[in-house]
Every structure is written in C-alpha cells, then in structure tokens.
C-alpha cells in the first residue's frame, strides 16, 4: 500500500493543524501509525490506531492530538490542537500489519511526510 501524507503547514503556538494520510489501497486490516521527526533527531513516535480502533498516543501529545480512521475512504487523520513550538517536525504516516507500536522499523509502508512549523 502507498501512503500520501497532506495538511502540514506553518502555524503559532497554540494554533491547530490537521493531517491527512491517504492510502492507495484498503487499510482496513492495517495498524496505522503517525511518527515525526525534527532536524537533527530520530524519527518518534506519536500516534498509533489498531484495526479495531484502539489508539495510543505518546505522552507527550496526550490530550492535544487525536488520531482517527476512516477505512470506507482509505484515510487516517491526526488532529493537532494547541501545537507547541516542540512540535514542529516532518510528519510522517506508516502501515503495518504487525500489532507493534513504537518501533518505525516494524511498519512496512510510509508516506513521504508533510511539515509542520510552529512559531513561537
């Protein structure tokens, strides 16, 4: 499955972004995940949905991001509100089949990430 990642952009502290992943086929057996990596830093973790709909954040984000999908049009979100100039990374979704969560190296497909900037 390729993955097309949208919606990035430049924004102030505390204002709101929303990220889209569209895939090219049916993701409706995949775990979906969102991972961010900022200049200079390994790729993270940040927001994870099962097939089943169970959903982890990292801790970081709790509260602010909420990750979302919708199978019938191939597509998950990332809702980011009250963004933090820490949060400013490239974002990137992935797929994978396996139930792991955290670790990039286990998801099997990635989109080519989208910028998110948040001023200060």
């Known amino acids: 499955v390729q993955l097309q990642a949208s919606g990035g952009g430049l924004v102030q502290a505390g204002g709101s972004l929303s990220l889209s992943c569209v895939a090219s086929g049916n993701i409706r057996s995949y775990y979906m995940g969102w991972f961010r990596q900022a200049p200079g830093k390994e790729r993270e973790f940040v927001a994870h949905?099962?097939?089943?709909?169970?959903?982890t954040y990292r801790d970081s984000v709790k509260g602010r991001f909420h990750i979302s999908r919708d199978n019938s049009k191939n597509t998950v979100y990332l809702q980011m509100n009250s963004l933090k100039p820490e949060d400013t990374a490239v974002y990137y979704c992935?797929?994978?089949?396996?139930?792991?969560?955290?670790?990039?190296?286990?998801?099997?497909?990635w989109g080519q990430g989208t910028q998110v900037t948040v001023s200060s």
């Open positions: 949905i099962s097939w089943s709909d169970a959903i």
């Open positions: 992935a797929a994978t089949l396996q139930s792991a969560i955290w670790n990039p190296s286990s998801y099997e497909h």
